[in-house]
Structures are given as structure tokens and as C-alpha cells.
């Protein structure tokens, strides 16, 4: 625990949008994208396997302000702003003496400029509701605490940066809880592109693709190197805010989390960039440093997004609210594992409606047939879509859904997928199993099927 009153830990969020977990040195990626995360990841503490529990921006952000599931807050789908009721990070760490700040992309509201009551709590203001839309790689428009636009100079990445630096030196003598939200490495929607910093994109022309990318294109060979750009750019963001810490004496002092609120598959999943439960949709890198995580190592079970709201309360000394859905990882961090749960769930309610489970070796994912995806957060009755063995096709290229040889698996996961979507305040669905047939020389012992 950290200690109480004024010694309490400042607290920084540094969210990226649509942000791969392969992007990342420590995940192998060889292109030495991001040394900065790298160090953070090594030195403090690295959530090796991070999911999303929901592959669409909205929803990912409500579950990561409140700990709550998208179904629960009802933030199921983009443009359904947060509840006035809500609770969010920004009321407990605002209760417990802290000042609270926004920065960046917010998309939890349906209107712009956003609203004082539509903040969730928030002090300090500086943001836009729908990012993308208000600004360009170099014209960052956000508003402030009067709703009054805010023109920042530079590229998008650093002219939030400069802004968050300019709020820590601000309040650095009070504890402080600083959510900052970029909007790259995301697409800029009117151009449906990856803009990087001039000369960022020539740089990774024709490098390094991921397995899954290579395999099924989509718009790989259009986008990828714009995108890498941007992560290369976000990297030396997140080094300037270490320096600024460093600098005004509150890096040993301040708990940082680096995060995204899900990944991108490049059209190859479906017709856009994510809303789908690959792991090219769902994984995103996450790390962790400051008191209660310095020396952490690598933390190597399944943790999801709704994990992440009360693991920053229990690092800062602050109570978890009871109605909070995830838990916090601190007790991982101190190897204390037990009864941590063996897979991670997510939900999309979007484009489509459709539920997914995720253990160390199995992916198995069900659609509803009559589920209107942006009306129904949920439905009584799917039908299983993909399962797939990650510890033999780690980029989901070969579907074992419906093979006789997995219908042992197929069976423990559904289980384990109704038992989590009852867990999470959902009503227990059907599913109806997918057409038999013949698994061929494939062979799954009942040990491996519950592995």
C-alpha cells in the first residue's frame, strides 16, 4: 500500500488508441519502436497477456473510468455518453484529496464540446469528445474547462504531451491523478489513414510485418508503416514525460500505466480496423511502474481492462468499490496468484453482437444470428463462430470450430464462457453448437481441452 495523506502517489494514465501488443520490443517486435515502454516494462511491472474486455473505443473507455463492464454502464456501443450516475477513477482519486485532469480524446459523451456534468468528474479540462474529428495529425483543437476551443501547435502527439507536462508542473505539489488520452496510433477517420510525423511513415516502408498481417493483407501494405510512425511517436512522447518526472523530482513518487484501449487488425478480420475478439482486435501492450510496481517483472496471467480501474485504486491506499467488476493485479505483482481467473472475457455489442473467452491456449467466440449490433448490448441466443488453439496457430489462421476432435474443448469453453457472461450481469444464453465435422489426425486429450 502506499503511504496516506499528502504522501500519496500521483497517478498517470498514458492511453493509447488502437495500439497492437506486437508493436512493442519486449513482444518481439524488431523494429526498436519503443525503447521507452520497453525500459518501463522491464524495469517495473509488464502485464504480458493485457486484453480489452470490449474492441471499440467507447466502451473501452467507460470500462476503464468506472470498472464496469460496457453491458453495465450501458456504454455498449460508440456515442452512448457515461451515465450522470456514474462513478469514475476521477470521484474516488478526487474524494481522496487528489486534483484530476483530462487530457486528450474522451468519447464518452454525445455531444461537443463536452459538458461539464458529461466529464465524469474531471477538474482539470483539456480534451475533445470525439478527438478525430476536431483535429488533424497537425491541427490539435481540444476545449477547455469553459468550452472554449483550444488550438495546441505541433504534431497531435506532442501537443498533448506539452499540455500534460504544462498540468503536472502546474499541480506538482499536491498529489495529482492525470488520465492522458491520444488519439494515435488510431486512423484519421476522413482520410481513413495512419498520418505520421513527417518522415516517420518512410521509415518503416517495406519492414517488419506481423504474422497475421502477412498472411491475410487487408490494408497492411497501405497503412502499416504510417501506423508504426505514430507508435514510434508516442514512444518518444511517453520518454519527454519520463524526463519531465525525472526533472521535477516525482518519478519515484508516481504510479504510471501505459495502456490501449484495444488493438488493430487492418481489415482482415472484417471490413474496418477492430470490433472483432482476434488477438489482433483484443491484445494490447500494458505496463506498469512507480510505488508498488518498480521491480514487478513480468506478470504472465490473463488480465483485461476492467482490471486496470482498481488496480491504480488498491496501488494509491484507496478502497475498491464493491460494485467494481475486475480486481486488482497488485496481489499478482507480489505472487500471490491464487484463484486469479484462468481466461478473460470480452464483449462486442456494435457491429456485431458477439462474446468471446480467452485461456492461455483456447479462443472461442459465439455470435448472436438476430443480435442488432448497436441496439442489442446482449441477446439470449448465439451460435458458436471460431475456436482457435493459440499454442499451435498463435495468429488464429485455422478455425477448429465444429471438428469433431474439439468438441471436448468446444463444450469446456462454452461453459466457461456462459459462466462469465452470467458473472458479468448477463442473463445465461443458449448457444448452439456449430455443424460437425471431421477433425481428421487431430487429437485433443481431455487435459489439453481445459487447458
Known amino acids: 500500500m502506499a ?22 520490443g519486449v513482444h518481439g517486435n524488431p523494429l526498436d519502436l519503443t525503447p521507452n515502454f520497453d525500459r518501463m516494462a522491464w524495469r517495473g511491472t509488464h502485464v504480458y497477456h493485457s486484453f480489452t474486455c470490449q474492441p471499440v473505443c467507447g466502451p473501452a473507455r467507460s470500462s476503464l ?15 452512448i455518453p457515461l451515465p450522470p450516475h456514474a462513478r469514475t477513477l476521477a470521484h474516488a482519486f478526487r474524494e481522496a484529496g487528489y486534483h484530476t485532469g483530462y487530457i486528450g480524446k474522451w468519447h464518452l459523451a454525445d455531444e461537443e464540446p463536452v459538458p461539464e456534468p ?20 497537425y491541427r490539435t483543437v481540444v476545449y477547455d474547462h469553459e468550452n472554449q476551443p483550444v488550438h495546441l501547435p505541433g504534431y497531435r502527439v506532442d501537443a498533448l504531451t506539452d499540455a500534460a507536462i504544462r498540468m503536472i508542473v502546474a499541480h506538482r505539489h499536491r498529489p495529482f491523478y492525470l488520465f492522458l488520452s491520444f488519439l494515435e496510433p488510431h486512423f484519421q477517420n476522413h482520410l481513413d489513414d495512419y498520418p505520421a510525423p513527417e518522415g516517420y511513415r518512410e521509415r518503416y ?22 501506423y508504426y510512425g505514430m507508435v514510434k511517436r508516442l514512444d518518444e512522447a511517453l520518454g519527454r514525460l519520463l524526463d519531465a518526472l525525472t526533472s521535477l523530482g516525482l518519478r519515484d513518487r508516481t504510479i504510471l500505466l501505459f495502456t490501449s484501449d484495444h488493438a488493430c487488425h487492418f481489415k482482415t478480420r472484417n471490413e474496418e480496423y477492430k470490433r472483432s475478439c482476434h488477438e489482433s482486435s483484443i491484445r494490447v501492450p ?55 481467473p484462468e481466461e478473460v472475457f470480452i464483449q462486442v455489442s456494435e457491429s ?29 441466443h448465439y451460435v458458436e463462430d471460431y475456436l482457435y488453439d493459440l499454442q499451435a496457430d498463435p495468429y488464429e489462421l485455422t478455425n477448429l470450430i465444429g471438428l469433431q476432435s474439439h468438441q471436448e474443448v468446444a463444450a469446456v469453453m462454452r461453459e466457461r ?32 481441452a481445459r487447458s
Open 65 to 79: 473510468q468506472t470498472g464496469l463492464y460496457a453491458t453495465t454502464t450501458g456504454c455498449f456501443r460508440n456515442g
Open 352 to 380: 456485431q453482437v458477439g462474446r468471446a473467452v480467452r485461456t492461455r491456449r483456447w479462443k472461442y467466440a459465439v455470435t448472436a444470428p438476430d443480435g442488432r449490433g448497436g441496439e442489442d448490448p446482449a441477446s439470449d
Open 286 to 340: 500494458t505496463a506498469l511502474q512507480g510505488p508498488g510496481f518498480d521491480g514487478g517483472g513480468q506478470v504472465q496471467e490473463l488480465v483485461s481492462l476492467i482490471d486496470l480501474p482498481p488496480t491504480l485504486l488498491d496501488a494509491a491506499g484507496l478502497p475498491i468499490p464493491e460494485e467494481m467488476q475486475g480486481r486488482s493485479i497488485l496481489p499478482l505483482v507480489r505472487g500471490q496468484r491464487e484463484g486469479w
Open 417 to 448: 464462457l456462459i459462466r462469465r457472461m452470467v458473472a458479468a450481469g448477463e442473463a445465461a444464453p443458449t448457444i448452439a453448437p456449430a455443424p460437425t465435422r471431421p477433425g481428421g489426425q487431430r487429437r485433443v486429450s481431455p487435459e489439453e
Open 205 to 226: 516502408t517495406g519492414r517488419w510485418i506481423p504474422p497475421d498481417l502477412a498472411a491475410l493483407g487487408g490494408s497492411t501494405h497501405q497503412h502499416l508503416a504510417g
Open 118 to 137: 458529461k466529464r465524469g468528474g474531471y477538474e482539470y479540462w483539456l480534451a475533445a469528445n470525439v478527438l478525430e474529428f476536431t483535429s488533424d495529425a
Open 3 to 24: 503511504e496516506t495523506g499528502s504522501q500519496r502517489p500521483n497517478v498517470i494514465v498514458f492511453f493509447t488508441d488502437q495500439q497492437r501488443w506486437d508493436t512493442a
